[in-house]
């Protein structure tokens, strides 16, 4: 008898000698090469920061003239960072904020990677379980079609409606099974793992409600404004960089014995903004800037339609899946049960009882594939919203 239904899948308790989400998310975390990333990452834009920050160094010209003979010694210190080390540092800060926000964003995606192949592997599993006792159950009932040939209740076309059945069963359980050894393979690779693992047969429970979004923008708006912020910086520095800021410059110059004497010498050393007064670059830079602000508001439409079209697939999967655990299944399952019980005392015949059985195990199977489904477009919201628990 098929006792196995989508309502003991959903609620029994995993083995203990199997994968849990929780193991599978800190294997991921300790084996996968791309946390490394997010952390080179980030190590960057602190050093992109620092720089930013820095003086620029100043250049010093020795010179000597064996004829006079006569030394000199310059030293030229630019003063330009006077007017654009703050928009620099605008730059680098917005540029680190782009890579905090980029990180949080690769971590949400390896968890939403983790998560979506685990359940997927778990879904497998059932579904190969729901297959197998359905399998078994269709073998069962090609017995007994035997026995009531020879008894001579039935005909040789409805024994052969039994066998054809326990044949497709046969196929499909094949299909299952390479399904599930994929699903598995994936799931190792997600969690970084070289040897095989054990994969727990029920998923679980699903989410009470879809997650809110928070009061912070998710990562990808985060990141496109973060690229705007840089942009606006990058136009005021091409601003700036016109300005006709003096180098200082001291230094001594000294001859020899005969000569004598020693002069300091300090100026400035003033560019002229005689052919060019870096308009392009201005322009250039202003028009980057709109085009980042353009671009951020898109990526804040995308993103939010998308949060909003993930929220009704997980709201609408989750109704199915509980609408066939709770209604369907038992319906499907009681069906099923009396079909047989009548067919084994010779009540009906045999087409009532494949339809049950087709009837059933379509239920399961969609209830499965909803549950599914939920906590994909569970493990998807979590992601835009750049959840990475």
């Known amino acids: ?163 054809q059945e326990a044949g497709r069963l046969a196929l499909l359980r094949s299909t299952a099974r390479e399904d599930a050894a994929i699903a598995s393979v994936l799931l190792s690779r997600a969690i970084g793992a070289s040897d095989p693992v054990v994969i727990p047969v029920v998923l679980p429970p699903l989410p009470d409600a879809a997650p809110e979004p928070g009061a912070v923008p998710p990562p990808r708006v985060r990141m496109a404004q973060a690229e705007a912020e840089a942009a606006r910086e990058r136009a005021t520095v091409a601003s700036r960089a016109a300005l006709p800021v003096p180098s200082l410059i001291t230094g001594l110059d000294w001859a020899g014995q005969a000569q004598g004497g020693r002069n300091l010498i300090v100026g400035a050393l003033m560019p002229v903004p005689l052919w060019q007064q870096n308009g392009g670059a201005r322009a250039e830079a202003r028009a980057a800037r709109d085009v980042a602000a353009a671009v951020a508001g898109e990526v804040a439409l995308e993103v939010n339609a998308q949060i909003a079209a993930t929220r009704i697939r997980l709201t609408e999967a989750m109704y199915r899946a509980r609408t066939a655990e709770a209604t369907l299944a038992p319906a499907a399952r009681q069906l099923r049960a009396g079909t047989v019980r009548l067919y084994d005392a010779g009540r009906v015949g045999l087409l009532p009882v494949l339809d049950a059985l087709r009837a059933e195990r379509d239920v399961q199977l969609t209830a499965l594939a909803a549950s599914l489904a939920a906590h994909v477009a569970a493990a998807d919201l979590q992601a835009l919203l750049g959840d990475d628990r």
């Open 1 to 163: 008898m098929l006792t196995l239904t989508v309502l003991c899948m959903l609620q029994a308790p995993a083995a203990t000698d199997t994968l849990t989400l929780a193991d599978a998310l800190q294997r991921a975390y300790a084996a996968r090469p791309q946390i490394r990333a997010v952390a080179a990452s980030m190590a960057r834009a602190r050093a992109t920061l620092r720089v930013a920050g820095q003086l620029p160094n100043p250049t010093l010209e020795f010179q000597a003239d064996q004829q006079a003979p006569t030394r000199k010694a310059v030293l030229t210190q630019p003063l330009n960072w006077l007017v654009r080390r703050g928009a620099d540092r605008g730059v680098a800060r917005a540029l680190a904020a782009r890579d905090a926000a980029d990180s949080t964003q690769q971590l949400a995606t390896l968890v939403r990677d983790v998560r979506v192949s685990y359940f997927t592997a778990v879904a497998a599993g059932a579904r190969l379980t729901l297959v197998a006792e359905q399998a078994g159950l269709a073998d069962t009932l090609a017995a007994i079609a035997e026995q009531r040939l020879g008894a001579g209740d039935i005909s040789v076309l409805e024994r052969d409606q039994a066998a």
